[in-house]
């Protein structure tokens, strides 16, 4: 596969207090009236993130309207999230759409502890509200260090999840050999994660996996992610039970630019169809802080 990039879509300028640097982890939804909505995660003048959203004339590579207001914010003091909250996935039922998101709290042994959140937006409102105070999956015996970005999908009565776990925590950064897990629940809600490495590493060098995005075209599964040694590229994955996974890179079809937004390093990848074409939402240099970009799927 070879992917086309379009460009630079967004990178905030200092546009709201929440808002002022960063557009990391993008997720897109085709809504009804064409356009693409694309949530994503801003920091403010702490560095606490914020998920907001946009609306994306893909026709015209155009945006239409940016929100003022946060669409989920820190939590409060204390709780899983009062360091900040980014961008995880979206799952659409017939009744409400899922927002799952991952909560930060700021270390002081290690950098950071994860845990993952959800917020419900019920059919008939426009809001999105916290399902709980409480994660809706943190560390236990099978995650103890800590857990990252999530991707969900439902089939049928069954959801599942693949999330990235610190295997151990060390002295520096690329000690905690971070990868991709996988769990299961019957209502999107109570998950029990099933030990199970879903995306491994290839190599001594690298140390993290992380921000799945995984699709089943017909009798496979397919995953991007972002996978780091020296810094992040995007990976390609398939698997024929979406359990296990057989690395790909090399099919990857996109790595970084020779000069740019996204010179250095490339991750966070989304992937979604619509009207006929397969697009990806992807970020470049440092984390999200050039903002992001789109890429479409060169068909043969």
């Not at 959800?118 to 709980?132: G, I, Q, T």
């Not at 937004?261 to 991750?267: C, F, K, L």
């Amino acid at each position: 596969m070879i992917w086309k990039k379009l460009g630079l879509i967004f990178c905030p300028e200092n546009n709201y207090p929440w808002m002022l640097t960063h557009a990391a982890n993008p997720v897109a939804e085709s809504l009804d009236n064409g356009l693409i909505r694309v949530y994503f995660s801003s920091r403010d003048a702490n560095h606490c993130s914020s998920i907001g959203q946009l609306e994306f004339d893909l026709e015209n590579k155009k945006i239409v309207s940016l929100s003022s207001t946060p669409v989920l914010g820190p939590g409060e003091t204390g709780t899983f999230s009062d360091s900040g909250s980014s961008m995880g996935c979206i799952v659409k039922t017939s009744d409400a759409t899922f927002l799952y998101y991952l909560g930060w709290n700021l270390g002081t042994t290690v950098p950071w502890r994860n845990s993952i959140g959800l917020a419900v937006c019920p059919k008939e409102k426009a809001k999105f509200e916290l399902y709980s105070k409480a994660p809706v999956l943190d560390r236990s015996s099978v995650d103890p260090f800590s857990i990252s970005y999530p991707w969900v999908l439902k089939e049928g009565s069954l959801w599942r999840m693949w999330y990235g776990s610190n295997l151990q925590w060390g002295a520096n950064q690329n000690d905690m050999a971070h990868l991709i897990k996988y769990a299961e629940s019957s209502d999107g809600i109570h998950w029990t994660p099933k030990n199970i490495i879903s995306i491994n590493f290839k190599n001594q060098d690298e140390y993290a996996i992380s921000k799945p995005c995984v699709i089943k075209d017909g009798d496979i599964y397919r995953a991007w992610y972002s996978y780091r040694g020296k810094g992040y590229r995007i990976g390609y994955a398939e698997s024929p039970d979406g359990i296990t996974f057989e690395r790909k890179d090399n099919q990857a079809g996109i790595t970084v630019s020779d000069t740019g937004w996204d010179s250095e390093t490339v991750e966070y990848p989304y992937v979604l169809d619509h009207k006929d074409n397969r697009y990806m939402f992807y970020n470049g240099n440092r984390y999200g802080l050039t903002g992001f970009g789109l890429a479409i799927l060169e068909k043969n």
